[in-house]
């Protein structure tokens, strides 16, 4: 038996979520890992139609989708839920969001989803540089989003993160 497509397991998913907004976690739980491809190489950008049709986009305090509060992630899945465009949301974080919360899922639970281990030198390479990049306060979100190919949300992510360190 071939594993389920993340796409089936989403609509599976969806169409068994709650009509009230607030979200019941174990029905969204993904029921098996999937194997998918997933290198460093491949980052590609969640396109911007896409992303302003995100419910986060529009979320009062968007650091709760990069927050350690349980309260906060909860928050963060219940948006996702709803959010029109999950399913694309989390097909471009599988392989390419190692932070916060992406298409319903924490970094844990998207990590069930890769075939190889998430952490790997080049990424953790990649996310000194951009730390560095952050502190350095000499180019702006978009520029850093850009050298990196990643989507811009991420770098607001890692600034959240640096802010709650100097905290
Ligand atoms: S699924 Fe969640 S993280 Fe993705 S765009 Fe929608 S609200 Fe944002």
Same mark, same amino acid.
């Given at each position: 038996? /071939? ?8 609509? @599976? ?15 969204? /739980?993904?029921?098996? =890992?999937?194997?998918?491809?997933? @290198? #460093? ?5 969640? =396109? ?5 049709? &995100? ?13 350690? %509060? ?5 928050? %963060? ?10 399913? +694309? ?14 298409? &319903?899922? @924490? =970094? ?12 790997? =030198? ?5 996310? +000194?540089?951009?730390? #560095? ?11 850093? +989003? ?22």
């Amino acid at each position: 038996m /071939t594993d389920p497509s993340s796409s089936e397991l989403l609509r @599976t998913s969806k169409s068994e979520l709650p009509k009230s907004t607030h979200f019941d976690r174990k029905v969204f /739980t993904l029921a098996a =890992p999937i194997q998918l491809p997933f @290198t #460093n190489q491949e980052v590609e950008q969640l =396109p911007k139609e896409v992303i302003q049709q &995100g419910m986060c986009s529009a979320a009062s305090d968007p650091d709760i989708f990069f927050s350690d %509060a349980k309260a906060d992630q909860e928050e %963060a899945v219940s948006l996702c839920a709803i959010c029109p465009v999950l399913e +694309a949301c989390l097909n471009y974080a599988i392989k390419n969001e190692m932070y916060g919360i992406w298409g &319903g899922t @924490t =970094p844990e639970e998207r990590q069930t989803l890769r075939s190889v281990p998430v952490i790997t =030198p080049e990424f953790r390479r990649e996310a +000194a540089e951009i730390r #560095n990049d952050i502190e350095a306060e000499i180019l702006t979100v978009t520029q850093i +989003a850009a050298k990196y190919r990643v989507d811009e949300r991420s770098i607001y992510r890692y600034k959240a993160r640096l802010r709650k360190e100097a905290s």
